[in-house]
């Protein structure tokens, strides 16, 4: 009985993943293409939740799967190989967001007569108001919506994605979710 316990406790705390990224490290480049195809839909999920466009995720991905293979030999198991590769999936996705807007105001600057089209919205959303509001949302707001809504992931998981503590989690989903409701509330009222 305390054996089976233990096994089911020990189980529960193993991460599979780990295998994997000693085999990596020991120049198994066959073990770094399972960690890609296993975590390449969330991680894109991710990105595509925050950059809201398709291509500039896929440029993303392909961005944090090279930076998770470079800092591989950095990644020091105090938390699971998942919640070290979604902080980065976050924290590169956060920055290509932030260059995007420095680009496109850049280019109006630059092109003020020329109208920017908008970009497509992720394909999950079929709601134009809530793809309208995410779109006006900060990054750091869209990162912790898409994490919590879209990826299902706990507020413990969040937290350990983003470097924060769990209360510190769910303040930010708060407030994240308060600027959304306040940004749809009003164009709900635009429209009306």
Known sequence: MLSHSYDRAVSENFDDDLVLVDRILSSDHHAFQTLYEK????????????????EEAADSVQEIFTLVYKNLARFDRRSKFSTWLFRIAVNRSIQQARKLKFKKKQSEFDNFVETIPDKEPPTEITDPQVTETMTVLHPNDRAILTLFYWDELSLQEIADSLGCSANAAKTRLFRARERFKEIYEKSERREN
């Open 39 to 54: 975590y390449y839909d969330r991680v894109f999920a991710i990105a595509r939740g925050i950059l809201l466009d398709n």
